[in-house]
Structure formats: structure tokens, C-alpha cells
């Protein structure tokens, strides 16, 4: 009993004197806790809040785009295809950082249509008026059929670039690989493709691509 009590006061002894020199130590790691910048914090973040536009018309779609960036919402991906409750549907997400003042109000412009020589001059129109391209899906609408749709995007209060446009469209991935260099080749940059089956062309591979243009 007595190597027993002994025991138990010693380790008792131990643990008192682990603590006191632990006690030394924590004013060094209280410091370099101190020093740890104050936005590592999760809720200082940015917090973001997004619209969606769904709709089978792409008159409409234009229309509600440029009145979500009026309210400073602007373009971030869009998509074709079957919906629960609106069919076949071209669907938009916009977002907008929560409480900050956007000084940039964006302006958008859809392009729709079944021939891509259509589009092809749809877009040159719109890139000498200063729109950038942001995104292309294809889907069938109300009205229009199959159709290829391109959105773009301008500031209007900002010194715009021209752009110069060229949409390649072929049923064969061999030949789009070809066209592509070739248009690399003239200093174009790819910017979008999509897979589908247009009214015009039946099932292709379209591709959009651009330049700067020269003033």
C-alpha cells in the first residue's frame, strides 16, 4: 500500500509539473493565433444571389436578360433542353454579388436561328456593335424549330473592342479539326461548341470563333 501511495504521488507530481511548463508555452501560440488575419473567417465572404430565366421563346429571353442586368445581374451559363414544366426550354443563370453597387450595367443580345449562314452574319452584326460572345446551347423552340442560340455581351458605357466572328458547322469531327486550324491559323480563338441536331444542317458540330477586328 505504501510503494502504491507512493506511486500515485509521484505520477500526481508529474502531471502538476507538465502543466506548469505547458502554462509557460501558451502565451506564444495565444500570439501567433493573434496574428492570423481576421478575414480567414468563412462568413466574411462573398455571398452571391442568382436568377434564373427559363423560357421557350428566345424574343422573351433577350428581354428578361437585359432586365435582370438593369437590376445588375449578369450572364454566367445557359442550356437547352426538356424541363419538368415548360418543355422544351432555353434556360439562363445570372448572378449579382449580395450588397454590392455594380457600376457596369451589361447589355445582352441572343441570336437564334435554324441556319448557321444566318447566324454566321447574326454575329458579325453584333461583334461590330462591340458584344462579346458568353455562351451558345441548341434546343428546339415554339416557333423556330431546332435552333442554334448564341448569347453575348457588352458594357454599353465602357470603350467596347470590335470583334470579327466565324461559326464553322459540320456533321464530321474530322472536318471541324480541320476548319478549326485553318481558322487558328487566321488568328481566331475558339470560344464555344455545341452538339446537336439544327434545322438546317441536321445532326453537327458547331463552332464558334472570333479575333479582334481592326479599326
Same mark, same amino acid.
Given at each position: 500500500? %505504501?510503494?502504491?501511495?507512493?506511486?500515485?504521488?509521484?505520477?500526481?507530481?508529474?502531471? *502538476?509539473?507538465? #502543466?506548469?511548463?505547458?502554462?509557460?508555452? +501558451?502565451?506564444?501560440?495565444?500570439?501567433?493565433?493573434?496574428?492570423?488575419?481576421?478575414?480567414?473567417?468563412?462568413?466574411?465572404?462573398? /455571398? %452571391?444571389?442568382?436568377? *434564373?430565366?427559363?423560357?421557350?421563346?428566345?424574343?422573351?429571353?433577350?428581354?428578361?436578360?437585359?432586365?435582370?442586368?438593369?437590376?445588375?445581374?449578369?450572364?454566367?451559363?445557359?442550356?437547352?433542353?426538356?424541363?419538368?414544366?415548360?418543355?422544351?426550354?432555353?434556360?439562363?443563370?445570372?448572378?449579382?454579388?449580395?450588397?454590392?453597387?455594380?457600376?457596369?450595367?451589361?447589355?445582352?443580345?441572343?441570336?437564334?436561328?435554324?441556319?448557321?449562314?444566318?447566324?454566321?452574319?447574326?454575329? /458579325? #452584326?453584333?461583334?461590330?456593335?462591340?458584344? /462579346? %460572345?458568353?455562351?451558345?446551347?441548341?434546343?428546339?423552340?415554339?416557333?423556330?424549330?431546332?435552333?442554334?442560340?448564341?448569347?453575348?455581351?457588352?458594357?454599353?458605357?465602357?470603350?467596347?473592342? #470590335?470583334?470579327? %466572328?466565324?461559326?464553322?458547322?459540320?456533321?464530321?469531327?474530322?472536318?471541324?479539326?480541320?476548319?478549326?486550324?485553318?481558322?487558328?491559323?487566321?488568328?481566331?480563338?475558339?470560344?464555344?461548341?455545341?452538339?446537336?441536331?439544327?434545322?438546317?444542317?441536321?445532326?453537327?458540330? *458547331?463552332?464558334?470563333? +472570333?479575333?479582334?477586328?481592326? +479599326?
Amino acid at each position: 500500500m %505504501y510503494v502504491r501511495a507512493c506511486v500515485c504521488v509521484f505520477c500526481l507530481m508529474v502531471v *502538476i509539473l507538465g #502543466q506548469a511548463v505547458g502554462a509557460k508555452k +501558451r502565451p506564444v501560440k495565444t500570439e501567433l493565433n493573434a496574428a492570423a488575419p481576421a478575414s480567414a473567417g468563412p462568413s466574411l465572404g462573398r /455571398q %452571391y444571389e442568382y436568377r *434564373i430565366l427559363a423560357t421557350n421563346k428566345t424574343s422573351t429571353m433577350q428581354k428578361e436578360m437585359n432586365q435582370a442586368a438593369e437590376a445588375g445581374f449578369r450572364f454566367e451559363g445557359t442550356m437547352g433542353g426538356e424541363t419538368s414544366f415548360g418543355g422544351s426550354e432555353v434556360v439562363v443563370v445570372m448572378s449579382r454579388v449580395s450588397g454590392a453597387e455594380e457600376k457596369d450595367r451589361y447589355e445582352y443580345k441572343l441570336l437564334a436561328t435554324s441556319k448557321t449562314s444566318t447566324m454566321q452574319k447574326e454575329l /458579325q #452584326q453584333a461583334g461590330n456593335a462591340g458584344f /462579346q %460572345y458568353k455562351g451558345q446551347t441548341v434546343f428546339s423552340s415554339t416557333f423556330g424549330g431546332k435552333e442554334v442560340v448564341a448569347i453575348l455581351e457588352r458594357a454599353p458605357e465602357a470603350e467596347s473592342d #470590335q470583334w470579327e %466572328y466565324k461559326l464553322l458547322a459540320t456533321s464530321r469531327t474530322s472536318t471541324m479539326q480541320k476548319e478549326l486550324n485553318e481558322a487558328g491559323g487566321a488568328g481566331f480563338a475558339f470560344v464555344g461548341v455545341t452538339v446537336g441536331e439544327s434545322a438546317f444542317g441536321g445532326k453537327e458540330v *458547331i463552332s464558334i470563333l +472570333r479575333r479582334t477586328s481592326v +479599326r
